[in-house]
């Protein structure tokens, strides 16, 4: 039996190939889980379209991919707001590769690479369906609050203080 290769979590441009895959599966699985069966192509490009990811880049943001040898597994992103806050957004982990840690070590990465931004507060939206995600942002110490956004997709805010 060969070792597991390590997880490796790095910066990536948006608009490299390996992010734009990534993000296509992420919209697939969203907007699925949404409408409780698979996602269309057509649905797949809207999501995309709906929310553009050039500002995923520094100094406007970044984008975080997790990689285990040549396989992307998981993103997540961070665009940098007014007033010291980053709006996480694109939290994703495959589905094979769930339940191994891999979303808490995007969100703790993020998080270092957040306060070397500027950012001292994080925020995030998510849905009630999306309950793995609700009980992760919990146990990283994400507090529910008020809506900051009017995303139609949202039921669920949350915020952190970095510092």
Known sequence: ???ALPIVISAASPTSAEAQDVSTR???DLVGRYHQRPATRGEVRDAEAGYPNGDLVAPTGILLLARQGLSVLGCAGMRVRP??????TRVFVESAARGRGLG??????????????GI????LD??????EARDLYASLGF??????NSDP???????????
């Open 26 to 28: 992420y919209y697939e």
């Open 143 to 148: 507090v529910e609050g008020e809506a900051h």
């Open 104 to 117: 808490r070590l995007l969100m703790e990465e993020l998080e270092c690479n957040s306060l070397e931004m």
């Open 83 to 88: 007033n010291a806050i980053g709006e996480v």
């Open 120 to 123: 001292r507060t994080l925020r």
């Open 126 to 131: 998510t849905r009630t369906d999306l309950i």
């Open 1 to 3: 039996m060969f070792p």
């Open 153 to 163: 997709y949202a039921n669920h805010w949350f915020r952190k203080e970095l510092v």
